[in-house]
Structures are given as C-alpha cells and as structure tokens.
C-alpha cells in the first residue's frame, strides 16, 4: 500500500514531468521546420543536444559553442555569379573609359566582355583585385554606402527578389536555432569582409564583429580635418582555402564546434573544425534542386563541389541534399 507522502511525491514528480514535456512542445515545438524529417536534420538536433545537455559527456561550455559559416552558396545563392562579383561589374563598366589598359588585363578583360567563367575562375583573389581596383581611394563609410545602396536597388534576375532576399530559410532557422543554445554564429568567408558586413545583420542575425572575409588593406588618414579609414590599392588577406582557419585562429580564437559550407573551398575549414577534441560536426549544402534553386557541383565554375563528395564518408562530413533535405529554400517559398 503507498503511503500519503509517497503518494504525493510520485504525484509531484508526475506534474513536473508534464510540465517539462509541455514546455518541450509549445516552447520548442520543431526547430527547423524548413528541413525535412532526414538523416541531416537528426545529426544537427542530436549534435546540439548532446552538446547543450549539462548531463551529457559531451557537454561544451557555453563560450566554447562557436560554429562558423561560408556564406556564397551556403547562406545566399551564388548561381550563376557570385554577388560581390555582379557588384564589382557594375563598378568596372562604370570606370571603364577611364581604364583602357583594363581591355587587356585580366581579370578585367573578361569581366568587360561578360566571360564570367574566366572571372570566376580567378577566385576571390581575382575578386579582391576588382574590388582593389575600382574602390580604392574610398573612405570605409563611402564604400559601405554604396554596398548598401546596390544591394537595395538590385535583383537576382532569375527569381525577381533582391539579392539579401535570396538567403536560405533552413539555414535562417539553423542559425537561430543554434543561437538559442547558446552559439555564437560566425561567417568565414572568401567574399569581401566589407561587402559582408553592411548585410550580415538584417539578413542573418549576424553582428559585422562575427564576420571574417577576404580584405583590401586600409589605412588610417585625415581627410579634410576628418579621421577616416582608407581602401588602398593592395590585398590585404584572402579568406578562402587554407585561409579559411587561419582567419578562424585569427579572429574568433577558437575551433567551432560546428562548421557549414558548400564547396571545396571550405574543405579546410571543416577539417580545421573536425580536428577538434570532442564532439564537431561539419557539413556541406550539396546545391541538387534545379527547380526551386539551381543544380550544380563538380563541373561549376562557381561553388566547386568535387573533392568533398569523394571524401566525405571517410571523414564524417555530413553532406545537405538541398532537393531532398530541405522542404522549403527561400523565406518567399511556399513548398
């Protein structure tokens, strides 16, 4: 026979345990329900519970809950240019007649003549030039109005939305969902760092001081009685490749946990995360959807996927189907 006092504690443990589990579904219901009930999805939630849970022996601090992020092709479409290379274009042709060496330098010349993949071809390094080039002089405030100005004014042209519009809503949901457990979302980009960073904030959540990208060098000068930073006509670090954890160390000064690309150029960041002790997850959007975004991978001139999708069994990376793991693609989808 059970006693009062047993009969009460059993009664309280039960309202508790109801209570817990109803917290559970209306505070938290689905975290990401852009993503399909797929392999990936499973790994990510799993990985942060594991992760966030002060019972579990893989437990991490939270000022050790970093994870990091490529941002073309992996945030915001990059198909079939990379933004920051359409911007720069605009720039070029603007400059042009004041440049007629630029008919026969590259990789101006084929940026003028609309060879695209010969401009992607000369990697963010070819894209820090044009930039260098056609913005240097300028004062950071200058440079960054008219980042802002151009994105404001300017769609992607297959899906008539303005280019800070074509973010991924599964990865909007990631980000939050992360930011939630206690991580701190950073962007490691080969893109320009200053291209970036007007946008990170209202398109992602993520503060200009979380982002790491390729730079010019500026320096600082009075300009008309005034303190200003000035773009100067030199490449400053390339943050793509093997710059990738070096601008990571650099910057952050921690490994991530986590880490999320598109292409072969991340490959270093992802082995840089998963080299770490303790629990890492590393994945890769693989772009597979022809009709809701673009198809693409080892022939692309842009976003490369090759390497990585013979290596990633062997290494644990995991690897997004884009058509198959995620239900929804922009935040203006309906399916």
């Known amino acids: 026979m059970i006693s009062y006092k047993r009969h009460g504690l ?81 720039r070029v042709k603007k400059l042009a007649p004041q440049h ?23 990697g963010e390094k070819g894209v820090m030039e044009i930039l260098m080039a056609t913005h240097a002089g300028m004062t950071a405030n200058q440079f960054g109005r008219e980042v ?21 809503q599964p990865q909007l949901e990631l980000l939050e969902y992360l930011r939630a457990n206690g991580f701190k979302n950073f962007i490691v980009s080969g893109g320009g760092i200053q291209f970036m960073r007007p946008m990170t904030k209202k398109a992602y959540g993520i503060p200009p001081e979380q982002v790491i990208g390729s730079s010019v060098i500026s320096e600082f000068k009075i300009v008309d009685g005034q303190p200003e930073i000035i773009r100067m006509p030199k490449i400053g670090f390339i943050d793509d490749k093997a710059g990738k954890p070096v601008g990571i160390y650099e910057h952050i000064g921690r490994r991530p946990l986590l880490a999320f690309g598109n292409s072969d150029s991340d490959m270093q960041m992802i082995q840089y995360t998963k080299a770490g002790a303790g629990p890492r997850l590393g994945l890769y959007v693989h ?34 189907d884009m058509k198959k793991d995620w239900k929804r693609v922009f935040p203006w989808n309906k399916f």
């Open 148 to 168: 802002s100005d151009w994105l404001a004014a300017n769609q992607q042209p297959r899906f008539k939305h303005l280019y800070t519009e074509c973010i991924y």
């Open 287 to 320: 772009h597979t959807d022809a009709e809701r975004e673009y198809a693409y991978d080892r022939e692309s001139h842009v976003g490369k996927l090759d390497k990585v999708l013979d290596m990633a069994d062997a290494n644990g990376w995991i690897i997004v």
């Open 10 to 90: 059993m009664l309280a443990g039960m309202i508790l345990a109801c209570s817990f589990l109803m917290t559970a579904v209306v505070g938290g219901q689905d975290p990401l329900p852009s993503w399909n009930d797929t392999a990936p999805k499973k790994t990510i939630i799993d990985f942060v519970n594991a992760v966030t849970d002060p019972g579990s022996k893989s437990f991490v601090d939270p000022e050790e809950r970093v994870a990091t992020f490529d941002n073309d092709g992996t945030l915001w479409v990059e198909y079939p240019m990379y933004t920051q290379i359409l911007f720069a274009l605009d």
């Open 100 to 122: 007629p060496e630029w008919k026969t330098r590259q990789p101006f010349k084929a940026l003028l003549e609309g060879d695209m993949k010969t401009v992607a071809a000369s």
